[in-house]
């Protein structure tokens, strides 16, 4: 991607930021002079990560709803506020993949919990720091990191597809309630990835028919630039 300092001081926190399209955000963004925090709930690879990048790591599990507000709590006094959020962390569900009649109840709980509950839960606790952001002109953006399955019936899917079919749509109603607020959220399909996540359910997946994640964080940048570029002319609207 070509350096663009639009980026350049943008207060960005991430989940899911240790591996797949999560990671290469960080380091891209960081790569750009954005401030990062990213959130992952392995202390040793968080710690990894943040050595590698220069961003601040913080251990938690936005699938449960005590480390929420610990989270956003770190995430402000980290970078002095925030920008932009990115809802990545995702839970299959079940793995290996099943069919619905074979899905255990707790499974499919487990993925709204981390898909739906957890993106809604952070977004709801930092909704004052994206408002504030917004207010001063800055950004005031949620990213929330769909999947075709939210749109396409795939067999064996169905704990996954379900809630990013429900994450999209919390999306689409957030973005209509908050116009006022200045905030804006988009849900985005980052298309199908050669992510650990992607091997658990795939294992047998043909890796070079796979998005490289660095090409999907690249995109999604280019993205959040546009939204950006969009703030800053008043009156014209785009879809990024």
């Known amino acids: 991607m070509q350096t663009d300092n639009g980026l350049r001081g943008i207060r960005v926190a991430i989940t899911g930021g240790t591996s797949g399209l999560g990671l290469a955000l960080v ?57 932009i959020l990115v809802n990545n962390a995702s839970c299959l569900g079940p793995v290996p993949l099943a069919l619905l009649a074979d899905t255990d109840c707790e499974d499919l709980e487990a993925a709204l919990a981390v898909n739906l509950v957890g993106a809604f839960r952070l977004t709801k606790a930092l909704f004052g720091a994206l408002a504030a952001s917004a207010r001063e002109g800055r950004a005031g953006l949620v990213i929330n990191i769909s999947s075709d399955a939210a749109v396409s019936a795939y067999p064996g899917w169905g704990a996954y597809g379900a809630s ?61 630039l546009n939204a950006l570029r969009t703030r800053a002319r008043p009156g014209v609207e785009t879809n990024p």
Request: cysteine-free.
């Open 27 to 83: 380091r891209q963004l960081t790569s750009q002079g954005a401030r990062v925090a990213f959130v992952a709930r392995t202390a040793a690879n968080v710690e990894r990560v943040a050595d590698e990048t220069g961003a601040h790591g913080i251990v938690g599990d936005v699938g449960k709803k005590d480390d929420i507000y610990p989270i956003a709590m770190q995430v402000t006094s980290s970078l002095g506020g925030l920008d």
């Open 164 to 224: 990013k079919a429900a994450l999209s749509h919390l999306t689409a109603i957030w973005d209509e309630e908050t116009k006022t607020d200045g905030i804006r959220l988009f849900a985005l399909d980052p298309g199908d990835m050669d992510t650990p996540l992607h091997a658990l359910a795939v294992p047998d997946a043909d890796s070079s028919t796979l998005k490289r994640p660095e090409l999907a964080a690249a995109e999604i940048l280019e993205k959040m």
